[in-house]
């Protein structure tokens, strides 16, 4: 599997409940854009309309050599899940403070193209606070054992 983007920011603001891989619907110069490595998921988020899943505002950029053919940058896109996946997520988002966001883009071994959802809690101001010691302690302690293995 090779990861095409990541949405770093939202292992920061968020606290990752579950995660589920889904397909997307896409269109042929989409799909060439992202192999390139031309996607953001940063701002995006995932919403169910009507019992389908899709994946709102998120960028891939033009491909070059499909001139008149391009597609639109940001396009709602259908996420494709088993119908049982959906009613999970669709009853676990009605509880307090749960949302369903992107969290990663990947190339399955099949040359597939996937997106990795999670229902995610918000995270409260203290709570990343928090996360940004816990980094920080980690790195300290990462640097103390390079000094005394030299």
């Given at each position: 599997?090779?990861?095409v983007a990541?949405n ?9 409940v ?24 940063k ?6 309309k009507?019992?389908?899943v899709f994946?709102?505002n998120c960028h891939?950029s033009h ?5 008149l ?5 940001r396009?709602?896109?259908k996420l ?9 997520l669709?009853?676990?988002?009605k509880?307090k403070?749960?949302?369903i966001?992107?969290?990663?883009v990947?190339i ?5 193209i996937k ?5 995610a ?9 928090e996360?940004?010691?816990e980094?920080?302690?980690e ?12």
């Open positions: 599997m090779r990861v990541k770093k920011k939202a292992f920061f603001n968020y606290d990752i579950d995660t589920y891989e889904a397909g997307i619907s896409l269109t042929g110069s989409e799909v060439k854009s992202i192999r390139e490595g031309k996607i953001s998921i701002e995006s988020y995932v919403t169910i009507d019992g389908e994946l709102i891939i491909y070059e050599a499909a001139n053919l391009n597609h639109k940058t396009r709602d896109r494709l899940l088993h119908r049982q996946e959906i009613k999970r669709t009853g676990k988002i509880q403070g749960l949302t966001i992107p969290t990663k990947v399955n071994e099949r040359g597939l997106v990795q959802i999670s229902l809690k918000g995270k409260r101001l203290y709570e990343k606070r996360t940004i010691k980094r920080d302690r790195r300290d302690m990462r640097a103390q054992l390079k000094r005394y293995q030299k």
